[in-house]
């Protein structure tokens, strides 16, 4: 999948998930391999999976351009140890993934991303600690569903409001509904922080823009007339 990312001429997010199964705010499992394991081994067995990838995907000439640790990580990541009610192990697991990546590739960008769209005190809550903590990220990445993030308008606060704290680019890097009204908020932030918005999973969830025989449909239309005019 990398090389066929690299060969289109496009750009490559990875984010690691560090689970056995898909990893959100609700399940961050412990991967079957790393159970029993101490604390410290559990940092070292991170570092090591994580430089890996990274070194694996230099080395056949496909190096991400930027990398998460961790997906949606505002409940923490790898449970129990790196549970967001114990901060300090929680950013000892994020520093190790980073300094991973980073021992690789410095040049790649780090994103932090939570599932928190439409909720600011939540949002800079996990921030701050983060930063308290040593956590290194070059860009915040936050999933927007109106089911669980709120309305378009507290997106647009909370955003904004991360913008005008951390000084650092912004993504909404998942989301579904309400395609183009959440694209425009994610490029009008100020000081040209706003650098995007990822659709997740356009074959599913809500307002699929592909159809089962994978014809596009009137959204993927849109889509692609939303990313003609930014």
């Known amino acids: 999948m990398a090389k066929r ?11 690691f998930h560090y689970s056995d199964y898909w990893a959100d705010p609700g399940k961050q499992y412990k991967p079957a391999a790393w159970r029993g394991l101490s604390f410290t081994e ?23 351009d930027m990398v998460q640790i961790g997906n949606e990580i505002n409940h923490g990541i790898i449970w129990p140890e790196g549970k967001v009610s114990n901060l300090d192990q929680l950013a000892q697991l994020l520093n190790a993934g980073t300094a991973a990546v980073k021992a690789v590739d410095p040049n790649i960008v780090m994103m932090l991303h939570v599932a928190l769209g439409g909720q600011n005190h939540e949002s800079v809550f996990f921030i701050d600690n983060m930063l308290a903590r040593g ?21 647009e606060h909370n955003l904004n409001d991360l913008v005008r704290r951390y000084n650092r680019d912004v993504i909404v890097v998942e989301y579904s509904q309400l ?3 959440v694209n ?8 040209g922080k706003g650098k995007g918005t990822c659709i997740w999973e356009p074959l599913n969830t809500w307002e699929q823009v592909f159809d089962r025989e994978g014809k596009s449909n ?6 692609i007339a939303v990313m003609i005019e930014q």
């Open 218 to 223: 009137e959204l993927r239309l849109m889509m």
């Open 135 to 155: 956590v290194h990220f070059d860009v915040i990445g936050e999933s927007y569903y109106p089911k669980w993030h709120g309305t378009l308008e507290d997106l």
């Open 184 to 191: 425009k908020i994610a490029f009008e932030l100020p000081n």
């Open 42 to 64: 559990l940092k070292k067995a991170m570092y090591d999976y994580t430089k890996q990838v990274i070194q694996e995907l230099k080395d056949q000439g496909t190096s991400p």
């Open 5 to 15: 990312v690299k060969a289109a001429g496009m750009k490559l997010l990875l984010d």
């Open 179 to 181: 395609k183009r009204e």
